[in-house]
């Protein structure tokens, strides 16, 4: 039963407005499958969906931090930026 729960899941991703607007961005259409697929699991053996996303989202932030201090931000700007510490900055800059 729980099979057939996920790939309902998985068709009505593949098939919505979001994935087809996506493109061919595989990393977005990743996320999304995750997403789907942890709305469909349950008893407390999966991530929430919840916490996925803010796993993604906090990913992304890093990223663009990464990026901006390789464009020569310097770290205490990026914290005021992101509303971080300049400690935190720091370690997300070192972390690879």
Do not use: C, F
């Not at 259409?29 to 803010?54: F, I, K, N």
Request: a positive charge.
């Amino acid at each position: 039963m729980k099979a057939l729960k996920l790939i309902s899941a998985i068709w009505r991703t593949v098939n919505s407005m979001e994935w087809q607007s996506a493109g061919y961005d595989a990393e977005l259409h990743t996320e999304m499958m995750a997403l789907a697929v942890a709305d469909e699991l349950d008893g407390g053996r999966a991530p929430t969906p919840e916490a996925m996303r803010s796993a993604l989202n906090r990913g992304r932030r890093d990223t663009r931090i990464r990026k901006q201090r390789d464009d020569g931000a310097k770290l205490s700007v990026l914290a005021k930026r992101h509303g971080l510490s300049v400690r935190q900055v720091r370690r997300i800059v070192k972390r690879v």
